[in-house]
C-alpha cells in the first residue's frame, strides 16, 4: 500500500510539473500608446516640430529571428499620414515621405532562446517636421515581421500643428 500511495504522489507531482505547452500566434499585435509633439527650434533659428509615436507589441513566434533574406532586420514598420479635412474627414497624403521605419537585431542582441520565444515590449519612432503639412495629422501604422506576417493596424490621436 505504502509503494502505491509514493507512486500516486510522484505522479501527481510529474502532472503538477508538467507545463502545459501552448500554441503561438505567429502574427505580431500591436497596441497605440501615444503620440508626443514637442516644438524646438534647429541651429537656425527655424521652428522644428518632434514628434514621438509610441506603441507597444507582442510576436508570440520572436518574429521568427532564423536566418531570412531580409539580413539583421526584425520588423519593418509602415506609417501611413492622414491629413484632417475642415469637415473632419481624412484623406491619405503623401507629405510624410518616410513611411517605413526598419527595426534591426545588429546591436541589440534580441534572439530570444529556449522554449519561450516571444518578444514584446515598447517601440518608439521619432519623426522631424521641417515644414508643417497641416494643422491635423493622423497615422495608421502596423508592423510586418520576417515571415512577412502583417499586424494589426492602429491609428494615432489626431496631432495638431496650430
Do not use: W
Request: proline fraction near 4%; hydrophobic fraction near 35%; charge should be negative.
Amino acid at each position: 500500500m505504502k509503494n502505491h500511495t509514493i507512486s500516486l504522489t510522484v505522479i501527481v507531482i510529474l502532472l503538477i510539473a508538467c507545463e502545459e505547452i501552448t500554441t503561438v500566434n505567429p502574427v505580431p499585435v500591436i497596441e497605440f500608446k501615444e503620440f508626443t509633439l514637442t516644438e524646438g527650434k534647429d541651429t537656425l533659428g527655424n521652428v522644428v516640430f518632434e514628434g514621438k509615436l509610441l506603441f507597444g507589441f507582442s510576436d508570440d513566434d520572436g518574429a521568427d529571428l532564423s536566418n531570412t533574406p531580409y539580413g539583421d532586420t526584425i520588423y519593418s514598420i509602415i506609417t501611413i499620414p492622414y491629413i484632417k479635412n475642415p469637415d473632419h474627414s481624412y484623406a491619405e497624403s503623401d507629405f510624410d515621405t518616410v513611411n517605413n521605419y526598419l527595426i534591426y537585431d545588429e546591436d541589440m542582441n534580441i534572439s530570444k532562446v529556449g522554449q519561450n520565444k516571444t518578444l514584446h515590449g515598447d517601440i518608439e519612432i521619432t519623426r522631424y517636421y521641417f515644414l508643417i503639412p497641416a494643422d491635423t495629422i493622423r497615422y495608421e501604422f502596423y508592423i510586418i515581421d520576417k515571415d512577412n506576417n502583417r499586424s494589426n493596424v492602429e491609428v494615432t490621436s489626431d496631432i495638431g500643428f496650430r
